[in-house]
T-cell receptor, first 114, second 114 residues
Framework: NAGVMQNPRHLVRRRGQEARLRCSPM?????VYWYRQLPEEGLKFMVY????????ESGMPKERFSAEFPKEGPSILRIQQVVRGDSAAYFC????????????FGEGSWLTVV | AQSVTQLGSHVSVSEGALVLLRCNYS??????LFWYVQYPNQGLQLLLK??????LVKGINGFEAEFKKSETSFHLTKPSAHMSDAAEYFC????????????FGTGTQLKVEL
């Protein structure tokens, strides 16, 4: 049973480019969460999605960031016009509908903006 | 709003010594509490969780944590440290009302010395 799969694991983008991070949840999981970990900081919640719905995006920056979880395919976190401050590790997590609040994390995608 | 405070961003112990990592939480509703471990360049692995059952929770790798409502604490302990325990540890809280959204502490880096 594969875990939460994220790709790419490492991504380098120049300032102004777009970054797309993909997350495939564990089999049977219908809920996806994105977290960001800035250097020397803990993880910060960004967004919570179910299939085709954004449930909670209270942690998403107001501009340049978007997320989706389509009916088919992985969840995508998209960052437009990246800036150096976007350099961070982005973690995806997933859970089944009823999980007792346990979510399972992927191994992360490390974005470096140069 | 929920919050988590981890006292001590760096803790160093000798191999075989007691490990104690501190976590205090703030929550207006009964919380679910978690400890996660993160090895370098990897995702987060769940160590244990408290979900209002027994106050002493046993997790993987010999770790355990005790929920103390009067002290709003959920400290992580292990009787005897092993070199392989060196990692970063995160305490997290979520609203028992559901949604699985986690609020993380800033983490404690555990160093184990010979």
């Amino acid at each position: 049973n594969a875990g939460v799969m994220q790709n790419p694991r490492h991504l380098v983008r120049r300032r102004g480019q777009e970054a797309r991070l993909r997350c495939s949840p564990m089999k049977g999981h219908s809920h996806v969460y994105w977290y960001r970990q800035l250097p020397e900081e803990g993880l910060k919640f960004m967004v919570y999605l179910q299939k085709e719905n954004i449930i909670d995006e209270s942690g998403m920056p107001k501009e340049r960031f978007s997320a989706e979880f389509p009916k088919e395919g992985p969840s995508i976190l998209r960052i437009q016009q990246v800036v150096r401050g976007d350099s961070a590790a982005y973690f995806c997590a997933s859970s089944p509908e009823f999980s007792g609040n346990t979510i399972y994390f992927g191994e992360g995608s490390w974005l470096t903006v140069v | 709003a929920q919050s988590v405070t981890q006292l001590g961003s760096h803790v160093s112990v000798s191999e075989g010594a007691l490990v104690l990592l501190r976590c205090n939480y703030s929550s207006s509703v009964p919380p679910y509490l978690f400890w996660y471990v993160q090895y370098p360049n990897q995702g987060l692995q769940l160590l244990l969780k408290y979900t209002s059952a027994a106050t002493l929770v046993k997790g993987i790798n010999g770790f355990e944590a005790e929920f103390k409502k009067s002290e709003t604490s959920f400290h992580l302990t292990k009787p005897s440290a092993h070199m392989s325990d060196a990692a970063e540890y995160f305490c997290a809280v979520s609203d028992a009302g559901g949604g699985n959204k986690l609020t993380f502490g800033t983490g404690t880096q555990l160093k184990v010395e010979l």
